[in-house]
Structure formats: structure tokens, C-alpha cells
């Protein structure tokens, strides 16, 4: 997870004060509060989250106010923030929580409501897992076995044997994928070898790949995952401006097309009025294809062939769609043009026809290689590509426009 992960969705498991302040802040925010506040405050705080939004705060405080604020938590909770840590972030071993409900083969469901009874009390446990003198995991207790099964039957006898369960190191967005059609409220956490060492809630996993998902509307146009409604203007302004800076740059390119052909927009003056009209289109054909593609990234549906294929289809959406709303378009510029008593009223409208078509089908290509060529390229795919994406699609229908402009009526 990257740095500018927010300390979000978690209301439910916040008990302090302070819990809920930090989920109206993101994590440089969150450090910044916590390095004033007494250490066991903190401490109650973050063991309210899950381990992998408390983690990044965690390792962001002082060195010593970290090893005063470790040494305050539960004995449960430094055992597996331990482990957690030796996860890279954005896999499942970020988001564990320790294993509740550890039971034996052996045992009779006798003992095993007995046991389960008193963790409850102080825990919520959903399953019961069975596991072997090395810790591996043999089976799942549903308690609606326990609750049809004789009280002096072994557990070994009313487990779900072979249960699925999750790697550690496998990335949040797969495992999302592998849960996807089961939905159960807990799945067990276990090494290549069997062993269990944690579980992980649904609605964690869920939580975390929904709070991605719903950056990177923001991401596009360069607004920081970590900037929220609460978020001081200050700190939004050093996140927004300098990418409005490089759009004013890459705008300065777009203008720059457009003062190349001064001349031939002198003398027709009619392609001024249509200029924002099929820059308009593209961009939205573009924006289009654009959201397609970081979906299917984002959801792990690309492959390279896939990536291949996507891009002809939008070529060929983008195609189709200029021919509509060309036509539409081109006889708006007959009606302007003769209006205006232009006697190449007619031959504009062919021209605005043909322009539109090209620059919705360069449109639709770009859509699609802009997120693929910034994932190629190692970095985020949704990264301001709504500026590189409009950047692209002006130049080309603008330059496409005004050139064929200036070959057929110049």
C-alpha cells in the first residue's frame, strides 16, 4: 500500500477519541496528530484498526515514541504486528488479524463449545480451526456442526476437511478475485506449507480494495489518494497544484498546434467555432476508453494479448462512433457555413465529417495505451492520465482538423 493510503472505513472498529479523529485524516496527517498525543492514547488508538493502515502509522511515528507506543499494545497484537511487518505491503499478510477459535482433532465437541464459549466473551470469533501438533490446518468447525453434532464426538469428525484458505504474501487485488465468489465472513491465512498464521475478515479485504478503487477517479486528474473533505487547503494545494502546473504545459503543446495553422484559421473563421467541438468529442471518447481500461487493471483482466485486443476495439468503437457523431457534427457546419455565406460550406462539412472520425478513433487508442504504456512504464496507471490523455487527444484533433483545413480549401 502507498504511502498515501487514507485511515478510512473503519468507524465500526474505532472505541477512542482519537480512533475517530484518525479517520478523518490520512496517514502523514494521522502521524503528525499522534506525535503530540500521550502514548498510550496512541497506543489504544491503533489497536482499533486493522494492522495494515495501523502499521504505516506505526513506522511513520519517531523511533522512540514508536518503541514506547509498541511496548503499550497487547501482547496478541505486538505478536502479529510482527508478522504483518514482514509482509510487503498490498498482500494479505498486511491485513491479518490473529487466529481466534485454535482447536484439536482430538477433541470432543464437548470441549470445543466449552472453549469456544469463553472466547467469545471477550472475542468474536466465527469459525474454529483445527490444527495439528506443527500448526498446520486440517479443518474448519462451523458452529452449526457443533450445534447438530453428538457433544462426545471427535472434531476430526465434524470438521469441514481440505478448507480454503489464503497465502500471505498473495496480493490484496487476487485474493479478491479468489474470494469473489464465495463471501465468506472469515477465510483462514496459511503459509505454502499448511500452517496458520492468521486470518483475514471479508469485509477487510473488501474495504481495501473498494477504498483503491474509488481513488482513482481523483488519481486521474492528479488529486492525491491521501486528500479528503477534511483535508486543511494547505496541504491540498501542495497535492493538486503542480499537476495543474504540468497540464498548463502540456495545454501550452495543445495551443501550440493551433497556432501553427493562425493562417488558415484567419481565413476561415468557421473552424474556430467547430475547434472546441471535436476536441470535446475526442476527449470523451478518449475519457471512455480510458475508464475501461484502468477497470480492467485494476481488476487483473489484462493480459498482454487481452491488451492487444483492447486497443483495436476502441479503435474501432472510436470509429464508429466518430462516423455518428460526425454526420452530426458535419451538418451542423453546413448549416453554420451557409448561414455565414461560405461557398465551401459544403467541403467543411466534409472536412469536419472526416476530422471527427480520425480523431475519435486516434481518441479510443489512446484511452487504452496511455493506463498501459504508465503500467509498462512501472508506474501507477491511473496517475494523472486523464491529463497525458487530453494532452494526446487535443493535439491529434486539432492538428487532424486544421490540417486537412489547410490541404483541401488553402
Known amino acids: ?67 514506547q507506543v509498541f511496548a503499550l499494545l497487547p501482547p496478541e497484537k505486538r505478536q502479529q504486528w510482527t508478522l504483518n511487518v514482514d509482509y510487503p505491503a498490498e498482500t494479505v499478510g498486511r491485513l491479518m488479524d490473529p487466529p481466534l477459535g485454535i482447536l484439536r482433532p482430538e477433541q470432543t465437541v464437548a470441549e470445543a463449545v466449552e472453549h469456544l464459549r469463553e472466547l467469545s466473551a471477550r472475542a468474536m470469533v466465527t469459525y474454529g480451526y ?110 493538486r497544484h503542480p499537476w495543474l502546473q504540468f497540464n498548463l504545459l502540456t495545454a501550452f503543446i495543445a495551443a501550440s498546434v493551433v497556432g501553427v495553422f493562425e493562417e488558415t484559421i484567419d481565413k476561415v473563421v468557421a473552424l474556430a467555432v467547430f475547434l472546441p467541438v471535436l476536441a470535446g468529442q475526442s476527449g470523451n471518447t478518449g475519457c471512455q476508453a480510458l475508464a475501461v481500461t484502468i477497470r480492467g487493471i485494476t481488476l487483473g483482466e489484462l493480459t498482454a494479448a487481452g491488451a492487444r485486443t483492447l486497443v483495436a476495439k476502441e479503435a474501432w468503437l472510436g470509429f464508429l462512433n466518430g462516423i455518428g457523431t460526425g454526420v452530426s457534427a458535419g451538418i451542423g457546419m453546413l448549416i453554420f457555413a451557409y448561414s455565414k455565406g461560405d461557398p465551401n460550406a459544403l467541403l467543411l462539412a466534409l472536412i469536419v465529417l472526416v476530422a471527427m472520425v480520425g480523431a475519435c478513433v486516434m481518441s479510443g487508442i489512446f484511452g487504452a495505451l496511455v493506463p ?39
Open 372 to 410: 498501459l504504456t504508465l503500467r509498462r512504464l512501472g508506474a501507477d496507471p491511473a496517475t494523472a492520465s486523464s491529463i497525458f490523455l487530453t494532452t494526446a487527444t487535443d493535439v491529434a484533433s486539432m492538428g487532424l482538423f486544421l490540417g486537412l483545413a489547410t490541404v483541401l480549401l488553402l
Open 1 to 67: 500500500m502507498s504511502d498515501a493510503m487514507l485511515v478510512g472505513g473503519q468507524a465500526l472498529r474505532t472505541r477512542t477519541p482519537l480512533g475517530a479523529e484518525l479517520l478523518t485524516r490520512g496517514v502523514r496527517e494521522a502521524v503528525e496528530l499522534l506525535e503530540h498525543e500521550p502514548d498510550q492514547a496512541v497506543a489504544d488508538a491503533l489497536a482499533d484498526f486493522y494492522p495494515d493502515l495501523a502499521l504505516q502509522i506505526l513506522w511513520r511515528l519517531p523511533e522512540g515514541k514508536r518503541r
Open 130 to 239: 483445527v490444527l495439528d501438533p506443527a500448526g498446520k490446518l486440517l479443518g474448519v468447525i462451523v458452529f452449526r456442526e457443533l450445534l447438530f453434532a453428538e457433544p462426545t464426538q471427535r472434531l476430526d469428525q465434524v470438521m469441514l476437511g481440505d478448507p480454503f484458505s489464503l497465502r500471505p504474501s498473495t496480493p490484496v487485488l487476487d485474493a479478491m478475485k479468489d474470494v469473489l465468489r464465495r463471501h465468506y465472513p472469515v477465510y483462514p491465512v496459511c503459509e505454502a506449507d499448511g500452517r496458520l498464521v492468521g486470518i483475514v475478515r471479508g469485509q477487510t479485504l473488501f474495504e481495501h480494495q473498494a477504498f483503491e478503487i474509488s481513488a482513482q477517479s481523483g488519481k486521474m486528474v492528479g488529486v492525491e489518494k491521501e486528500e479528503r473533505v477534511s483535508t486543511p487547503w494547505q496541504r491540498s494545494l501542495l497535492f
